[in-house]
């Protein structure tokens, strides 16, 4: 089945230092890729997405862009900030395509914990 | 206007009893999902549901039930708790169910405690 895998943390950086969290996903057919972030206490926030093999998705000073060559959504950010410190989810929309309605629903990585020191 | 809303926040059950939790989606979204966070993990599909039916259902036993209601808000149900039930329960809403560039969007969240 399809499956998402995220690079192990907890990831301590400095404050202005680059940021690369690794995500590589195995699917069939062509998922949607996503970033959510996870401040702690809180929901899930969407931080990014991309739709189609070469998109790049990006905000907040975030990117990853969808490499189908190598199955891979790639979170970077140039310079992370303190307030940037949480845990990043990796994820995928699984289309069933034999079920009414095709429903997609998300498959999740095991997400990566970002501490940012000042 | 209001993002997606999930109540209660926090919620104390003891094995054996059974749970509601109650989620309100965005305004406009007929879609709802839910998803069980077990500390420490990414989330697990539960449901969801469109326009008031079952549109898919995760590996999750029979305890776990949901329903959809005509504003589109959602319960999901869970009887005969067990210890392992214990995690956060997050529910998410979006326009429709099978759009490629669909996007869920999350509420805070009911975290659950099992005694």
């Known amino acids: 089945g399809n499956s998402v895998t995220q690079m192990e943390g907890p990831v301590t950086l400095s404050e202005e230092a680059f940021l690369t969290i690794n995500c590589t996903y195995t699917?069939?057919?062509?998922?949607?890729l996503f970033w959510y972030v996870q401040y702690p206490g809180e929901g899930l926030q969407l931080l990014l997405k991309?739709?189609?093999a070469d998109d790049k998705g990006s905000n907040k000073g975030f990117e990853a862009t969808y490499r189908k060559e190598t199955t891979s959504f790639h979170l970077e950010k140039g310079s992370v900030q303190v307030s940037d410190s949480a845990v990043y989810f990796c994820?995928?929309?699984?289309?069933?395509?034999?079920?009414?309605?095709?429903?997609?629903?998300?498959?999740w990585g095991l997400g990566t914990s970002l501490a940012v020191n000042p | 206007d209001a993002g997606v809303t999930q109540s209660p926040t926090h919620l104390i059950k003891t094995r054996g009893q059974h749970v509601t939790l109650r989620c309100s989606p965005i305004?406009?979204?007929?879609?709802v999902s839910w998803y069980q966070q077990v500390l420490g993990q990414g989330p697990q599909f539960i449901f969801q549901?469109?326009?008031?039916?079952?549109?898919g259902r995760g590996n999750f036993p029979d305890r776990f039930s949901a329903r959809q209601f005509p504003n589109y808000s959602s319960e999901l149900n869970v009887n005969a708790l067990l210890l392992g039930d214990s995690a956060l329960y997050l529910c998410?809403?979006?326009?429709?169910?099978?759009?490629?560039?669909?996007?869920?969007?999350f509420g805070p969240g009911t975290r659950l405690t099992v005694l």
């Open positions: 994820a995928l929309s699984d289309q069933d395509g034999n079920k009414p309605g095709n429903n997609r629903k998300l498959i």
């Open positions: 991309a739709t189609k």
């Open positions: 305004s406009g979204h007929k879609s």
């Open positions: 998410a809403s979006s326009l429709r169910t099978s759009g490629r560039s669909d996007t869920q969007y």
């Open positions: 549901y469109y326009e008031k039916e079952e549109r």
């Open positions: 699917a069939t057919g062509y998922p949607s």
